[in-house]
C-alpha cells in the first residue's frame, strides 16, 4: 500500500511539472509564432488571424531602407562589441581563473557586475559618464557601451571552459621547455574554443537585441535596429517589422544550430 502511494505521488508530480513545463513553453513559443504568422499577411495592418497570406511584406524589405540602414548599423556595432568582448574576457577569464586570491574574486564580480545592474540605469548612467568627461555620443560610445554589457557572457563562459581543463596538461607543458604563449596557444586555446565561441554567440545577440545602451548612447544619425522597430511599430504598426522579425528568428535559429554543433551551446547555458 505503501509503495503503491508512492507511486501515486511520484506520478502526480511528474503531471503537474510536465504540464508547468509544457505551459512555460507555450507563453515562451505563442509569441513567436505569432509574429511569424502574421508576417505572411496580405493585408495592411498587424492582425491576427490574417485576413488572407502573400509574401508582399517580405518582399517590401528589399525597399525599407530605414530598417537597412539600422539593421546595418546593429550589425557593425554588435561586430565591434563581440570581438572586443571575446579579446578582454578571455583576457580577464585567464587571470580570475588562475587564481584564489580575493582581488580575482573581486575582478571576477566587477565584470558580472553588468548583469546585474538595471539595464535602464547602466544606459543612463553611462550617458552621464560620458557627458561628465566631455566625450559626445557616437558609434564609439554604443560600442564601448555594449561592450561593457556583453564581456560578462565571454567571461562566464571562459571561466567555465578553463574550471574543466587539466592544471597538469599546463605543467606538462612547462617541463617540456614550452613557453607561456605556446602552451596558451597549441593547449589552453583549443580546449577552451568551445567556451569562447559559445560567449562569443551570447554577446553578439545581447549587442544586436541591445535597447537601453543604445537609446541612450546613440547620436541622431546612428539608427539601431531594435529602436527603428519599436518606432515604427508604434507609430503606424508597420507590417514590414513584422516580416523582419520573421528574418530574425530564422537567422538566429540557424546560428544557435551552426553553434550548437561547433560549441556545444546547449550544455554551456545549463
Known amino acids: 500500500m505503501t509503495n503503491r502511494r508512492i507511486d501515486l505521488d511520484a506520478l502526480s508530480f511528474r503531471l503537474v511539472m510536465t504540464g508547468v513545463a509544457l505551459l512555460a513553453l507555450v507563453l515562451l513559443a505563442a509569441p513567436t509564432v505569432v509574429v511569424v504568422w502574421v508576417s505572411f499577411t496580405n493585408g495592411y495592418s498587424l492582425k491576427f488571424p490574417p485576413p488572407g497570406y502573400s509574401l508582399r511584406w517580405y ?66 548612467s553611462s550617458l552621464m559618464f560620458f557627458s561628465l568627461i566631455g566625450v559626445p555620443v557616437s558609434p564609439l560610445t554604443l560600442v564601448i557601451g555594449h561592450t561593457v554589457v556583453s564581456v560578462p557572457f ?22 617540456l621547455g614550452a613557453t607561456r604563449w605556446h602552451s596558451f596557444r ?21 549587442s544586436f537585441d541591445n535597447v537601453p545602451v543604445s537609446l541612450f548612447l546613440r547620436d541622431a544619425a546612428t539608427d539601431m535596429l531594435p529602436i527603428r522597430m519599436w518606432q515604427d511599430l508604434e507609430g503606424k504598426l508597420d507590417v514590414t517589422v513584422a516580416a523582419l522579425s520573421g528574418v530574425l528568428i530564422v537567422v538566429t535559429v540557424a546560428l544557435m544550430l551552426v553553434m550548437e554543433r561547433v560549441a556545444g551551446l546547449s550544455k554551456r547555458l545549463t
Open 59 to 124: 518582399v517590401e524589405l528589399w525597399n525599407a531602407w530605414q530598417l537597412q540602414f539600422a539593421m546595418m548599423n546593429s550589425l557593425k556595432v554588435a561586430l565591434w562589441a563581440t570581438g572586443l568582448s571575446i579579446l578582454l574576457g578571455v583576457a580577464a577569464s585567464l587571470s580570475i581563473a588562475r587564481s584564489a586570491t580575493l582581488t580575482a574574486r573581486v575582478l571576477d564580480s566587477l565584470f558580472l557586475s553588468p548583469l546585474v545592474l538595471p539595464a535602464l540605469a547602466f544606459g543612463l
Open 154 to 175: 565571454v567571461v562566464r563562459n571562459t571561466v567555465a571552459s578553463l574550471a574543466q581543463m587539466n592544471p597538469a596538461l599546463l605543467e606538462a607543458s612547462a617541463s
Open 186 to 206: 597549441r593547449i589552453t586555446l583549443p580546449l577552451i574554443r568551445p567556451g569562447i565561441l559559445a560567449g562569443g554567440f551570447i554577446a553578439f545577440m545581447a
